[in-house]
Structures are given as structure tokens and as C-alpha cells.
């Protein structure tokens, strides 16, 4: 069964200044990968996945996240963040069992 | 057009009542998953449903958990005797019977269960 590891349970940074959520992923079988972002008491919402074909995926809200198959990672980043980028984000695997994993999320704090 | 609608948005219950709570898929997906996730700590799988039928509920406590997806009307998630441990945001997800992969999964917007 696949499983996901989000290396960091909060980050704090500057407003304008670049961040990189990391997420590392195991499976024994080709996934696809979801980065997955909720603002405060809302649900999720999708910011992109990789499915398959170019390794680096832009999402939505100027984000953009890099498939490495060898290190197993998907992390997650965007060069100049907003105070509006304040939420939790989840990293998501899904194979081919119709089924999707989530990591237990990372804080993003932005500070002006 | 409707997205993946849950009810209450929030419930509050005493120690030892039953909790339902409810989801309706977008309109044109047959596959329903519920999560569970407690204050501090990400999603929880708990159960993975399609109509009439449970195809995973690995993730579901073995007691006083059931979840049901009928052929008619919404997919219901019961907690029989809660207990302040089942304090937390149940989220409600729904997918096409032949697109989940490639469009992942569309997210309610949740029940807050508070036992007091």
C-alpha cells in the first residue's frame, strides 16, 4: 500500500520570500500524486497533481510541484508567497487501486 | 451545479448519542470516501463506498462506526455512542465511476462533530 510523508508540520516564512513544502511518497506499484491546499474551516481543494508526462507541474495560485521518481518526492513550491497562502496543505498518492493517501499536512504561516 | 454537499456543517452531541452525518456526491459520481481528521493532524482514510456497496473500510474503527452509500439518496456516516474522542471534521469526498485517477477527488466542505 502507498503511504506519504510530509517532512514538515509547520512552516513559518516571510511574505515575498520563496517556499518549498516537501512530500515524499512510497509505493510499489506507478502513482499519481495530488498536492491538495484548506483555508480555515474549509475543505480541500485541488492545486495540481502530476498524472503522468513533464515531471514539473504548475498549479493554481502561482504554485508549482517537481516529480522526482528517484527520490520519490513531489515537493511542493512557489517563489513569492502571499499572506493569502496561509493555509494547510496535504500531499496525496493515489495508485491504481482507485484510492488516495494523504500526509498529515504542513502548516504554511505567512508573515507580513 | 452543485459540488460534493455535506450536512450538518456542524454537529454538536452528548457523550452516548448517535451522530449522522450526510453527503451527497456531485452530481454524476458513484464513488464516496470519508475522512476523518482530528485537531492537530491530517486526513484519515476511513471508508470507501460506491453505491450499495463497501469497497474498502479498512480505515473505519471496528466499533460503533458504519458508513452506507444506498442507491437512492445521500451516503450517511453513523457514530453510535459517541464519545468525546470522536471530536473532529468529517470530510466527505466524491469521484466519477471512470475519471478518479486523473481528476483526483472533489472535497465537501465538511461536518465539525463536537461530543460535550
Known amino acids: 500500500a502507498q503511504s506519504v510523508t510530509q517532512l514538515d508540520s509547520q512552516v513559518p516564512v516571510f511574505e515575498e520570500a520563496p517556499v518549498e513544502l516537501r512530500c515524499n511518497y512510497s509505493s510499489s506499484v506507478s502513482v499519481y500524486l495530488f498536492w491538495y491546499v484548506q483555508y480555515p474551516n474549509q475543505g480541500l481543494q485541488l492545486l495540481l497533481k502530476y498524472l503522468s508526462g513533464s515531471t514539473l507541474v504548475k498549479g493554481i495560485n502561482g504554485f508549482e510541484a517537481e516529480f522526482n521518481k528517484s527520490q520519490t518526492s513531489f515537493h511542493l513550491r512557489k517563489p513569492s508567497v502571499h499572506i493569502s497562502d496561509t493555509a494547510e496543505y496535504f500531499c496525496?498518492?493515489?495508485?491504481?487501486?482507485?484510492?488516495?493517501?494523504f500526509g498529515a499536512g504542513t502548516r504554511l504561516t505567512v508573515k507580513p | 451545479n452543485a459540488g460534493v454537499m455535506q450536512n450538518p456543517r456542524h454537529l454538536v452531541r452528548r457523550r452516548g448519542q448517535e451522530a449522522r452525518l450526510r453527503c451527497s456526491p456531485m452530481k454524476g459520481h458513484s464513488h464516496v470516501y470519508w475522512y476523518r481528521q482530528l485537531p492537530e493532524e491530517g486526513l484519515k482514510f476511513m471508508v470507501y463506498?460506491?453505491?450499495?456497496?463497501?469497497?474498502?473500510e479498512s480505515g473505519m474503527p471496528k466499533e460503533r462506526f458504519s458508513a452506507e452509500f444506498p442507491k437512492e439518496g445521500p451516503s450517511i456516516l453513523r457514530i453510535q455512542q459517541v464519545v468525546r474522542g470522536d471530536s473532529a471534521a468529517y470530510f466527505c469526498a466524491s469521484s466519477p465511476q471512470d475519471r478518479t485517477i486523473s481528476y483526483g477527488y472533489t472535497f465537501g466542505s465538511g461536518t465539525r462533530l463536537t461530543v460535550v
Open positions: 496525496a498518492v493515489s495508485d491504481f487501486q482507485n484510492d488516495m493517501r
Open positions: 463506498l460506491q453505491k450499495e456497496n463497501i469497497i474498502d
